[in-house]
């Protein structure tokens, strides 16, 4: 019966895909020993990450790259992840509805991942949506997400390749920018490069990628400009740049042996995840439970006792 | 000597205070040690929150709050919390600039924490340095973050009322809001209200507010227009009125009983940050220091072992 799920997920089944990424991202109990069943079945995929500010237009490049894979007679899993975010959640999640016009076709699945719960988990549920996509055999997995905040920065990271989206006028000016974008960007794209401040922008943000010393025969991410959306043709032409653009990092990558670094610090993150699910989880779970976890908290909000304090007499208790 | 230091930073001693603040962040071991004999002293400060979309002008209004609190006499802590964003990160920093002003002044205290590290611990550092600041007595403590994914909206938790600053144009406009927002504000501060489009914010935010449905004398959170940054009279009378709105929802929430609902949020949080650095980091650091979590990593990269099953593993051998 196990076998038998495990198998139709693997030959494409959507209905039991979408069902094993819901209960995982819900974290019922059966989910995981599905998913470790999976497991030896993943890691043949390639991994594109979409990030860049709310309104970059992000689900617009998502979009039609996937289109642009489609062409390419490449099979592709999305995953949409929705920061629980009062500011640009909607937004993100109107953009999508474009997305839609891809349901119809069976090489192109896409599921959204929102943010449940305090504890974050966020990155987790990423992990493991992306495992099953890549169990089910999707040639191309894209990763999209909103790229602000040390989570979000963390999903990224499960990615083979990260595509960061800009705009003029957004405040992503260069001057504006901290060095971080360029250790997560390996393609960038700017958007709307039809509005004012495009160029510059380019000037910009090549000269400070010039400035930057590489070591020899590292990848020096390109810049591809993407802004005729009323000029299909070339829209087209742009896209198809940024999808090759891409390909060529994933060849760099494999070529260079990056590729195994990348892999290694992906390992880590989902190891880190895991470790997160199978120790804290259950120990919070266990003091809720009991009503424990109540009880300190009224303690400390009295400030009869630090949470440090706490903490440690906890672990001490817990820890071997 | 630690007795002599805890007084001193009780006294107002910003260079050892700082110091704190700072070891806390670099979870220096002696630090823990300190903010535990600190705990005893806090709990007395009103801690307010300011977010938003990047760009919306969140400094210019703490820059601005300062002044008022301190034309009321009140001493101000400040605390800029600017998490690892590619993005937005740089020009958060250069709009902080401008609260350099009252750093002559020593009833302010301003301090920025950045995010550090990959296994999150910036609520905890948040949390941390807000104690430090209300064992110094600073009467308020102002916390500005960016208001965007999970891990900042975890961080406006710790303040007592939360100031969201919308402004026109920006994405920010009513549809494209989640119910989310009227979670977690409780004063709207539209901000660059002269603008077009910010009388039709206005509108909307003011119709959904009005057709939430809520238990009776509950809070309703208030909107204030600020916009006439060229217009310094109005300007001051538009932060005075935003202060008072500020000091109204304090009010309501010792008067209804709300501030223990919410004191009580807060040691729930703080002790989760405690649980987790006083469990997982030291299991992490072990695995690191014993070579252990990089030869996992390695078998999960080569698929050979799924993190799940290393992870429950991990946890059987250091849980009781």
Chains 1, 2 share one sequence.
């Not at 839609?100 to 305090?118: C, K, M, P, Q, Y």
């Amino acid at each position: 019966m196990l076998m038998e799920t495990i198998n139709k997920i693997c030959a494409g089944n959507v209905r039991l895909a979408s069902r094993l990424i819901r209960a995982l991202e819900d974290k019922l109990p059966h989910a995981r020993a599905r998913l470790k069943k999976l497991f030896p079945r993943t890691g043949k995929s390639f991994i594109i990450g979409i990030t860049g500010s709310p309104g970059a237009g992000k689900s617009t490049l998502t979009d039609a790259l996937i289109a642009e894979m489609r062409k390419l007679s490449k099979t592709v899993g999305v995953l949409a992840v929705d920061p629980t975010s009062p500011f640009s959640g909607g937004a993100i999640l109107g953009d999508r509805v474009r997305m839609l016009r891809h349901a119809e076709d069976e090489g192109v699945f896409i599921r959204s991942l929102a943010t449940r719960g305090a504890l974050g988990g966020l990155s987790q549920a990423v992990g493991d949506a992306i495992h099953v996509m890549e169990a089910m055999g999707k040639d191309i997995i894209i990763v999209e997400t909103v790229g602000i905040g040390q989570q979000e920065i963390d999903i990224i990271h499960h990615a083979h390749s990260v595509i960061v989206v800009m705009v003029p006028g957004m405040g992503d000016e260069i001057q504006t920018m901290k060095a971080g974008i360029l250790e997560i960007a390996d393609v960038f794209a700017i958007n709307k490069a039809d509005r004012a401040g495009a160029k510059q922008l380019h000037t910009e943000l090549a000269s400070l990628l010039n400035s930057t010393k590489l070591s020899p025969g590292a990848w020096r991410p390109p810049i591809v400009m993407i802004g005729n959306l009323y000029e299909p043709a070339t829209f087209i032409e742009q896209m198809a740049e940024l999808a090759q653009k891409v390909f060529d990092h994933y060849a760099y990558l494999q070529e260079s042996g990056q590729m195994g670094k990348r892999m290694e610090r992906k390992a880590m993150m989902e190891l880190n995840d895991a470790l997160r699910a199978c120790i804290m989880e259950p120990i919070i779970a266990n003091l809720t439970a009991s009503g424990e976890l109540q009880r300190i908290a009224e303690k400390i909000r009295k400030l009869e006792i630090d949470p440090y304090s706490v903490a440690e007499e906890i672990s001490k208790r817990v820890l071997k």
